[in-house]
């Protein structure tokens, strides 16, 4: 019977992949953000707040994605 035990290489193989998700995000929220500030210039400091909080949001999903590839 073979063995089914997991190394830790696959934990950051597959920590690699989970990272493509939060990358997307935050180039799709800074995306959004040049273009809202190149349609209205004036805006810029509301729509900054607003992709900050993205960008927080979006990385914190990667670091509890690596936290848990290195406790599993």
Do not use: H, K
């Not at 597959?14 to 935050?26: N, T």
């Not at 993205?54 to 406790?71: K, P, Q, R, S």
Request: proline share 4%.
């Amino acid at each position: 019977m073979i063995p089914m035990a997991v190394d830790g290489s696959a934990n950051m193989i597959g920590y690699g992949l989970a990272a493509i998700g939060p990358g997307v995000g935050i180039g799709l929220i800074f995306a959004a953000y040049i273009s809202g500030v190149a349609r209205q210039p004036e805006a810029q400091s509301r729509l900054q707040s607003i992709a900050i909080l993205g960008f927080a949001l979006a990385e914190a999903l990667a670091i509890i994605g690596i936290a848990l590839a290195f406790v599993l």
